[in-house]
């Protein structure tokens, strides 16, 4: 994976845009009791933690993980998240903090996340994917 800014700014604007946490803020005004709501509310906690989890990976220059292991507190969180077994105050603390890390790795003077990338190198990736592909598929016949 070819990590810069620009995906970090693009998971970021997700988690917390209009579809993210500014969703979930109008549906906490709600305060109901509904199951449906609340599932729902659930839902978009885990989206929302999943996508403030990957910004971070790649903010701090982790390596990029699209799968936890189950050992993980990222796993652990999650899976609890999608269970409704944690407060949704907890839940707005941790995407608080998360939001925070990520912002001050990007702001830090060390960072070295590039704010573009350089597109020859992901054309050239991409004919080497594709070759692969090509010659490694059981169904391709010379």
Same mark, same amino acid.
């Given at each position: 994976?070819? #990590?810069?800014?620009? @995906? ?7 988690? +917390? %845009?209009?579809? %993210? ?15 449906? +709501?609340?599932?729902?509310?659930? /839902? &978009?906690?885990?989206?929302? &933690?999943? =996508? =403030? ?15 936890? @292991? ?6 652990? =969180? $999650?899976?609890?998240?999608? @269970? ?7 839940? !707005?603390?941790?995407?608080? !903090?998360? !939001? ?5 790795? +990007? ?5 070295? =996340?590039? /704010? !573009?990338?350089?597109? #020859?190198?992901?054309?050239?990736? @991409? $004919?080497?994917?594709?070759?692969? *592909? $090509? ?6 016949? *010379?």
């Amino acid at each position: 994976m070819y #990590m810069y800014r620009g @995906l970090v700014d693009k998971y970021m604007s997700d988690a +917390l %845009g209009d579809r %993210g946490w500014k969703k979930m803020l109008k549906w906490q005004m709600k305060q109901t009791k509904d199951d449906v +709501l609340v599932a729902r509310m659930n /839902k &978009l906690f885990y989206i929302i &933690l999943r =996508l =403030l989890f990957h910004a971070r990976q790649i903010a701090t220059g982790h390596k990029y993980q699209v799968f936890y @292991l189950e050992e993980s507190s990222e796993y652990q =969180l $999650l899976r609890e998240v999608r @269970l409704g077994q944690v407060p949704h105050k907890q839940l !707005t603390d941790t995407i608080e !903090t998360l !939001t925070s890390e990520v912002q001050a790795a +990007l702001s830090s003077d060390e960072s070295c =996340l590039p /704010k !573009t990338i350089d597109k #020859m190198y992901i054309e050239d990736w @991409l $004919l080497q994917q594709r070759r692969y *592909n $090509l010659v490694s598929d059981p169904y391709f016949t *010379n």
